[in-house]
C-alpha cells in the first residue's frame, strides 16, 4: 500500500514539472532591441514581442475646501499722470477730507445781511449768511497760484448738472502741459463741475460741485469755486439767482 501511494506521488511531482515546462517553453523569450537609444518599450522583445502598457490614471484635481489657494486678482494701477490727464490741476493723492470743511454752522460776526455768500479764499472756507450772528459754512477748492481773484458779484444764473465748455484759453493752456481737454462736456458724474454750478455775474467764474472731491481745501482751480457735490446741492437749495457774492 506504502508503494501504491509513494509512486502515486512522485507521478504528479513528475506531471506537475512537465505541465510547467511546457508552460515555459510556450513563452517567446525576451530579447533586447539592437538600438538601446530608443525608449525602453521598443527595446523589449527585438520587435517580435509587444508588451502591455498600462495607461496611468488621470486624477482630476480636487478642490482643497477651506484652505483653498485663491489667485487675486488686483484692479490696475493707475499712474498719477493719467490722473493728472483726466482732471488736471486736481492733486493725483485722493486724501479724505480734513473735518473743519465739512458744512457746519457757526459764528460769525459780520455786517452783511442774511442770505448773503462770503467766501474766504486764504482759509477755504465759503459762508452763507445767516440771521443772530450765525452763519453755514462750507469747505472750498479755490484758485491755484496765479488765479486767484477778489470781488463782489450777484448769481445770474443756477444750473443742474451743467455742461462744460471749457475756455479756449484754458484748452491753449492744458495743451501746452498735455492735458488735452474736450471741446464741450454734458453734465454728468464725470463732469468736473459736478451736480450744481451758480454763475457769477458776466464773468467765466462760478460756484459749482466737483467730482474731485478731495481736492476741497486746496488751491487747484482756474479760479472758480467748487464744493463737494452734496454740499453744492445744499447751498444750491438755499439761495436764489440775485444773491450777493463777495470773494475776498
Known sequence: MKQLVLAAALFGIFSTAALADDRYATRPPVVLSPDLTAPWINQLGGGRVRPVVYQRPVIQPQQRGLFQRR??????????????????????????????????????????????IVIDTNNR?????????????????????????AGA???????????????????????????????????????????????????LYRIHGTNAPWSIGSAVSS?????????VVDLYDRVNVGTRVIVM
Not at 490722473?83 to 470743511?101: F, L
Request: hydrophobic residues 30%; charged residues 25%.
Open 71 to 116: 489667485i487675486i486678482r488686483r484692479a490696475p494701477q493707475v499712474s498719477p499722470q493719467t490722473v493728472s490727464a483726466i482732471n488736471p490741476g486736481i492733486p493725483s493723492i485722493r486724501r479724505p477730507i480734513e473735518p473743519q470743511y465739512l458744512p457746519q454752522m457757526v459764528d460769525y460776526d459780520t455786517t452783511e445781511k442774511p442770505g448773503t
Open 125 to 149: 472756507f465759503l459762508y452763507l449768511v445767516m440771521q443772530g450772528g450765525k452763519a453755514r459754512r462750507y469747505g472750498v477748492g479755490v484758485g491755484k497760484p496765479g488765479f486767484e481773484w
Open 153 to 203: 458779484h450777484k448769481i445770474t444764473r443756477k444750473t443742474e448738472w451743467p455742461d462744460w465748455t471749457p475756455p479756449s484759453e484754458m484748452i491753449s493752456r492744458e495743451a501746452a502741459k498735455g492735458h488735452y481737454l474736450p471741446a464741450r462736456m454734458d453734465g454728468g458724474a464725470e463732469n468736473p463741475l459736478g451736480a450744481r454750478a451758480m454763475y457769477l455775474g458776466s464773468t
Open 223 to 231: 479760479g472758480c469755486i467748487r464744493l463737494r457735490n452734496e454740499d
